[in-house]
Each structure stands twice: as C-alpha cells, then as structure tokens.
C-alpha cells in the first residue's frame, strides 16, 4: 500500500474499524476513505454497487459487520446471520468487480468447531460441529472466509481472511444485553463500585476460558497483513494469553478498585469452554501482539472514564 492509495475501512465507527483507522492515520497513511449507513447501506448490494461506482478504491478493509457478546448472538439469530451474509458478499464481490487490488476480512475464533483442539489452528476449519449459541454468526463468517478462498482460486485476486481471538477496546460496545464480556463487566464492576453494592453478578460458571487482544494490537495486524506478501487465504490473530471469566472478573475488579464479591449466575449460558488460538502463522510472518490484558484492560477503564456520559453508567 502507498502513503496515498485509496483505503477504504468499511465499519470505521465500529471497535475495529475505528482502530484500522487510527493505525492507517498513525502510519502515515493519507487517503483514507469512509461511508456513513445513509450514504451506503452495506446490506443493500444496489446502494454498494452505486456507492462503488463513484469511488476508485485501491484496498478495502471489511470490517463492518452485526457483532455482539453470547447473548445478542443467541437473541439475534436470524440477524446475525442474514446481515452479515449480505454486507460481506455485496462489499467482496463490488471490490472484485472494481477491481482494488488488496481486500482484508475480518472473521471471528468462533468459526472453529466447538470442542476443537487447542490451541486452534486454520486447518480446524470444518472439522467438527460449532458452538450452538453463535452458529448463524460462524456460519456467515465462514461463507466470508470461503469466498475469499474461492475468489483467490479462480481470479487470482490476492484476499485475505484474519481471524481474531475475543477483542476488547475503545469504541467497544457497553450495552450490558449485546456487548462482549470484559465492557460489560467494566460497566458492571464500575457501578457497583460507585453505588457500594456488596456483590456483582457474572454470567455462566465462570469457568470457560477465553484469549483476549486489544483491538489496537488486531489494527496493526491487519494492516501489517495487507502490506507483506504471504500465500495464505487464511491467518489467526491472538494474544496466546488465556483466561477463565473468573480470573478475568478478578483482573476487572483490581483496575477498577472494587473489592466487593464476584458471584456467577449459572442460568447464563458458558458458550464454548475454550477458544485460544495458534497464531504460528502470523508470527512466522513477523506479527506480535504488544499489549498485555492487564495494560489492555487499564487503557480501555481509562477511556470508559473519559466517556461515562455518552455510556450511561
Ligand atoms: O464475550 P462473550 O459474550 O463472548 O462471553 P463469547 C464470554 C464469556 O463471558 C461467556 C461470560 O462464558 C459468558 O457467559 N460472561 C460473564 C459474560 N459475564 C458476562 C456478561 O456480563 N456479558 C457477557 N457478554 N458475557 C462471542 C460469540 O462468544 O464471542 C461471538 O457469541 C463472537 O460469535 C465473540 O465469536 C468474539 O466468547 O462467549
């Protein structure tokens, strides 16, 4: 990519691509481009194919899509899969079309089966049955992930898919009903903190672990990934730190000073018991995560700080 090729980050207000963003402009890069939901509706492929036939667009980050903790997974079904279908098949096939040159999509470690082996490798795709309460997702993200691989096949075009462990950060979503674990247990720790309450409830057992990486440290894969040449379709992006829920409650409630009780709800589900990925792959290119979940976690209390009011707390 040069300093001034047109990048477009599709999804630049979402947690990721808001981050691409930041790390595009971080590096120099100057010719970025973005599109407000009214002036291109990604679910609409008539309202992309217009909206591309007035760019010219040398590399597209495709980073827009319906995301959410277990729960909005679970709720949403229908939504999460037919939104997702539709943004990444009408934005793929228009970048093909408009022939830009460098196309990055973004999937999720839920794509492997749920009771993979671990650390999870790209050859587990479709080796086993998946995790019951985000499958529409997993099965949208691995048409995405399959028509890159099918598009690089026969037009030679040179797509790749990332794979990102659970992602955490600025501009993440702090919605106690549709968020991710760490903002809702932020949120939740925080006021309970404020009001004095004695205890705070976590969902599930508490047992299942997770793998977690700044979202900061996914931008500077993705954009590493665009600019160095490999041969894969495919490549996972983690931490390698893992966690069960419970210590990570217990790593929330130390950056936010609350010394009351963790209690677990188990009517909540646990979702899949593990899910660390192998990142061999991306390492072997030259990639390393930077940030540490204590450092992470710190950073992203910092800003939840910074924005209570937009938040509700
Ligand atoms: O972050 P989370 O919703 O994603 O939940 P998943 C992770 C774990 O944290 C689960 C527990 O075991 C939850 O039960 N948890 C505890 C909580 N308290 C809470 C809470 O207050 N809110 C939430 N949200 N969780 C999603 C998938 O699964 O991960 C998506 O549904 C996607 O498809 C995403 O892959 C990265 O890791 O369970």
């Known amino acids: 990519m040069h300093k001034n090729d047109a990048i477009y980050v599709a999804g ?9 963003v930041r790390r595009l402009k971080g590096e120099g890069f100057q010719n970025i481009v973005t599109c407000t939901r009214q002036a291109c509706d990604l679910t609409n492929q008539a309202s992309v194919n217009t909206w591309f036939d007035k760019q010219t667009i040398d590399y597209v980050f495709l980073a827009a899509a319906k995301v959410g903790g277990i729960h909005a997974n679970d709720t949403y079904r229908a939504e999460f899969i037919y939104d ?4 990444q098949t009408n934005v793929i096939h228009a970048a093909y079309q408009h022939k830009a040159k460098g196309l990055l999509f973004l999937g999720s470690s839920c794509i492997y089966p749920r009771d993979c082996p671990q650390p999870m490798r790209e050859e587990h795709l479709l080796t086993a049955p998946l995790e019951p309460t985000n499958e529409p997702y997993a099965i949208a993200k691995i048409a ?6 099918a598009y690089n096949a026969q037009y030679n075009t040179q797509y790749v898919s990332l794979m990102p462990t659970n ?8 919605d106690l009903n549709t968020s991710h674990v760490i903002p809702a247990l932020i949120r939740k720790i925080h006021r309970a903190r404020s009001t004095g309450s004695p205890s705070v409830q976590v969902w599930g057992t508490g047992k299942p672990q ?6 900061d440290d996914l931008a500077e894969a993705c954009v590493f990934c665009m600019q160095h040449q490999h041969k894969y379709d495919l490549i996972n992006v983690g931490s390698g730190e893992e966690v069960t829920i419970a210590k990570l409650a217990e790593i929330i409630a130390k950056v936010v000073g609350y010394q009351g009780k963790i209690e677990f709800d188990p009517t909540m589900p646990d979702g899949t ?4 990925l192998d990142t061999s792959r991306i390492r072997s ?5 930077k940030t540490s979940l ?8 910092a800003w939840y700080l910074d924005h209570l009011d937009e938040k509700v707390a």
Do not use: C
Not at 144 to 149: A, D, S, T, Y
Not at 167 to 174: A, Q, R, T, W
Not at 285 to 289: A, E, I
């Open 285 to 289: 290119l030259g990639w390393r995560p």
């Open 144 to 149: 995405g992930l399959k028509m890159i691989e």
């Open 294 to 301: 204590f450092q992470g976690i710190s950073a992203t209390y």
């Open 84 to 87: 997702n279908l539709a943004i």
């Open 273 to 276: 018991p593990r899910k660390l």
């Open 12 to 20: 630049h207000n979402g947690l990721v691509g808001s981050a691409i």
């Open 210 to 215: 997770r793998e977690f990486l700044l979202v």
């Open 167 to 174: 992602l955490y950060g600025i501009n993440d979503n702090f």
